[in-house]
């Protein structure tokens, strides 16, 4: 029995020695406690064992000193560091390392841009009806202000034909958003007419998207509004929206859906089908999805060379309501015939005509040359002469801001206002007083037909 309680102390002289090395390690931490486990093992026992009990002196410099095999415990500095960014904290430090140090080396990931969502493609019932637009007339709704943050110019593509061909890429006569005085489907791009078969070039390195006939396929107004067409999708965006460059009217197309193209490289010839009954380009500019709503004005787009500019101009009241569908002239200050014609956008009530977000224009004067000129229009009998700088490569803003409406007066008010004295006026017969048969001596006899009836020399 006394052997077995022998054994008992010793192993507990042991456990106790080697608590005494680990308070030791942490004395710097524990002055208290390691003063304390430096009084000798064999008090401790005493007191464990009772009078009866025989003690056994194991001094505690007898155990040897273990020494662990990972990195000592942190010894809390005095002072903290001036460029550690987390203080120090004044209690004593855990060895769970703090989880805030461990997140910080995390680097972040910007994930991905979703992708768009196809839009529908079948092709719908019935036809849909040409509107009827907007001209010369007021808006009611406000047109998009001009954003003063979104000041890039993004003339990303160049012209769509080889060099020598369409220097002017518009036809002036039918620019964006206008539809040749009511002849046409308002204009959601820009067209060069060319001979059948001209090549059709990549206006940006991109990768394609649709190159197939729209027979069966809802890619316009209608099915079957190009014949055939190739869509690009650009390799850049515009404010985080995919940008598409889209050739309508294309025949012998040279590259397939799914294809990379580079700038210069030739993807169709210049053909007709489709709305179109002569041989041209049709260019558009689709931001945002492939769609024929998500159109915008082609000539803030491509690239208009080293000696030419853009005016990008809005037409809007004191209110930012747009003048739709208004005649604009453009001249040359140096040059009083060299006259340029555009048109503000139509009112139109399918918004297909959409104004870009930096410049908001509702008109646009493409391919002019540098120099100075002045934008002309008259509204409400009032006319208005805007001075205009074209800088090579640049965009010109111009803006009108025009007198506010003037209510007309109808005729009948006039007719009023115009009226002579009242002891002037003589009155008319009516309809029932007025004498539409020869007169009648007796009026309450009823003529004949006799007496109704012209004679012969009356006719003659």
């Not at 080889?162 to 005085?181: A, K, M, S």
């Not at 169709?268 to 769609?291: K, M």
């Not at 930096?358 to 040359?369: H, P, Y």
Request: aromatic residues 8%; charged residues 20%.
């Amino acid at each position: 029995m006394k052997r077995k309680h022998r054994i008992g102390l010793i192993c507990t002289a042991v456990c106790l020695s080697f608590l005494s090395l680990l308070l030791s390690a942490c004395s710097a931490e524990f002055p208290a406690a390691a003063q304390r486990v430096g009084e000798s093992v064999p008090a401790v026992v005493a007191q464990m064992g009772g009078e009866e009990q025989e003690t056994i002196e194991v001094p505690a410099t007898d155990i040897p000193v273990l020494t662990p095999a990972l990195s000592p415990l942190p010894t809390q500095p005095t002072k903290a560091p001036p460029s550690t960014a987390t203080p120090v904290p004044t209690t004593a430090p855990t060895l769970i390392p703090s989880p805030t140090l461990t997140l910080t080396i995390t680097p972040s990931v910007t994930p991905p841009p979703s992708p768009t969502t196809e839009p529908s493609r079948f092709c719908p019932e019935t036809v849909p009806l040409k509107p009827e637009y907007n001209r010369f007339y007021l808006s009611a709704t406000k047109w998009p202000a001009a954003d003063d943050s979104v000041t890039e110019t993004h003339f990303w593509m160049s012209k769509p034909l080889p060099p020598g061909f369409g220097r002017i890429l518009t036809n002036q006569l039918f620019p964006y958003g206008w539809d040749e005085n009511g002849h046409l489907l308002l204009h959601t791009g820009v067209d060069t007419a060319e001979e059948l078969g001209t090549p059709v070039l990549a206006v940006a390195d991109g990768t394609v998207v649709v190159s197939q006939s729209d027979y069966s396929a809802w890619y316009g107004w209608r099915c079957d509004w190009y014949g055939h067409l190739v869509v690009i999708e650009l390799d850049v965006r515009w404010q985080d929206q995919p940008v598409y460059a889209l050739y309508g009217h294309v025949l012998n197309l040279q590259v397939e859906a799914g294809e990379r193209v580079y700038r210069g490289q030739q993807v169709a010839e210049i053909g007709v089908g489709g709305a179109a009954t002569h041989p041209h380009l049709h260019f558009e500019v689709r931001v945002g999805s492939n769609e024929f709503a998500h159109t915008r004005n082609p000539i803030l787009w491509l690239d208009p060379g080293p000696e030419r500019g853009v005016i990008a101009g809005r037409l809007v009241d004191s209110e930012g309501r747009p003048w739709q569908g208004v005649p604009l002239a453009l001249v040359n200050d140096n040059n009083q015939s060299e006259i340029y014609p555009s048109w503000s956008y139509l009112g139109d009530p399918q918004h297909l005509a959409n104004a870009d977000e930096g410049w908001a224009e509702n008109f646009v004067f493409s391919d002019i040359k540098a120099g100075n000129y002045h934008v002309i229009t008259q509204i409400q009998d009032v006319d208005y002469k805007i001075p205009v700088e074209v800088t090579p490569g640049e965009v010109a803003v111009v803006e009108i801001i025009t007198e506010d409406y003037k209510t007309p007066v109808p005729e009948t008010l006039l007719e009023i206002t115009t009226t002579p004295a009242a002891e002037e006026i003589v009155p008319t017969p009516t309809v029932e007083e007025s004498s539409l048969t020869p007169a009648v001596e007796d009026s309450t006899q009823t003529p004949t037909v006799d007496e109704i009836r012209p004679s012969p020399t009356e006719t003659s």
